[in-house]
Nanobody
C-alpha cells in the first residue's frame, strides 16, 4: 500500500509561484515513477508532469512546460512541483499519484492516468488575475 499527502496549495496572483509537496509513505522502494495531475471544476483530470524516481527523467504537458518543474527527494520520500509564472488557467485541484508497486512505465513517458494506482487527496491552487 502507498499513502500520498499533498500540501502547498494556496491563492496567488498571476505571475506568482507555489511549490507543492507530496509526502509518500509505504513501500516506496518499489515506486519507479510518480506524477502530478490537476482537475478544474467541470473539466477532466489532466496529467501535467511525471518523473522517473531513478534517474530523474521527466515529462511535461505543453501548457506547463517551461513554467513547472517536477522533482523528487528519494531520501525524504517527497515529490515536488515547483510552479512559476502562474496563470488563472492553472487554477485547479492538484493531485500527486503513484503507480502500482513495481510497475514500470515504458518510454517515452506518458501523462495518462491509467498508469497510476494511488492518489492523494489533492491541494487547491487558485490564481487570480
Amino acid at each position: 500500500q502507498v499513502h500520498l499527502v499533498e500540501s502547498g496549495g494556496g491563492a496567488v496572483q498571476t505571475g506568482g509561484s507555489l511549490r507543492l509537496s507530496c509526502i509518500v509513505s509505504g513501500d516506496t522502494s518499489r515506486i519507479h515513477y510518480m506524477g502530478w495531475f490537476r482537475q478544474a471544476p467541470g473539466k477532466e483530470r489532466e496529467g501535467i508532469a511525471t518523473i522517473y524516481t531513478s534517474g530523474g527523467r521527466t515529462y511535461y504537458a505543453d501548457p506547463v512546460k517551461g513554467r513547472f518543474t517536477i522533482s523528487r527527494d528519494n531520501a525524504q520520500n517527497t515529490l515536488y512541483l515547483q510552479m512559476d509564472a502562474l496563470k488563472p488557467e492553472d487554477s485547479a485541484m492538484y493531485f500527486c499519484a503513484a503507480p502500482a508497486l513495481g510497475r514500470l512505465m515504458a518510454f517515452p513517458l506518458t501523462l495518462s492516468d491509467t498508469w497510476y494506482e494511488y492518489w492523494g487527496q489533492g491541494t487547491q491552487v487558485t490564481v487570480s488575475s
